[in-house]
């Protein structure tokens, strides 16, 4: 099952319409990064049969990887990781924790809800990762509240901006996706999913990203 989630994952993507092409004006992710195309993980979660069957897909990619007995807790990163996190932990059959952006302002101003004891080892999940930056903060937050994390799993990592493993990697993290771009991009062109320029365009955004997002009005 593991050797085909990356296509698994891509079909099922495309199947319920999570990629979008939009080159001008572009897409701006919260990184700074410009870019022509957008997956939409979240659209995953109306469909029930396809998101058991990703959730088994990632279940036995995590035990098959990491390891079956490698966590204590599964901890979604706010808002998009938590349904996540919820279906992971449940096929894994581990507590669910999740992790706020900020402190929620009252009562006990708490940044992890849920259940977690010192020196637990917590699986983090989030829906995508484009250049890893946004994992730290989640993780960070889970380790000053005293857990132990060292992974992260995505359902999608865009696979192609620069640094983006070192800079999980000197956090302590390694991460863990399903499927990146240069998978989708495959699955796209054996469906024809795209007409030919347009997989084009994305294929020139996926081999240098920088230049694409300078000359786009992007970070670059």
Request: aromatic share 10%.
């Amino acid at each position: 099952m593991v050797e085909n989630a990356a296509r698994t994952t891509a079909r099922m993507l495309l199947e319920v319409d999570a990629v979008s092409f939009r080159p001008d004006p572009p897409y701006r992710f919260t990184s700074g990064w410009a870019s022509p195309v957008y997956i939409d993980c979240r659209r995953l979660i109306s469909y029930p049969r396809l998101r058991r069957q990703l959730m088994k897909v990632a279940a036995a990619q995590v035990q098959e990887t990491i390891g079956y007995e490698a966590f204590d807790a599964v901890a979604g990163g706010e808002t998009a990781g938590i349904p996540f996190a919820a279906w992971l932990a449940d096929q894994l059959m581990l507590p669910m924790l999740y992790a706020r952006k900020q402190p929620k302002g009252f009562g006990r101003n708490a940044r992890i809800e849920g259940n977690l004891r010192e020196g637990q080892r917590v699986l983090l999940v989030e829906d995508l990762a484009t250049d890893g930056v946004s994992k730290l903060a989640f993780a960070d937050a889970l380790r000053e509240a005293g857990a132990v994390v060292e992974h992260v799993f995505v359902v999608f990592y865009f696979g192609v901006f620069p640094h983006s493993l070192a800079t999980l990697s000197n956090a302590g993290l390694r991460l863990h996706t399903l499927a990146t771009w240069h998978d989708l991009l495959a699955e796209a062109r054996l469906q024809a999913v795209f007409a030919p320029e347009i997989l084009d365009e994305i294929e020139g955004f996926l081999n240098d990203p920088i230049r694409w997002s300078a000359a786009h009005g992007g970070k670059g």
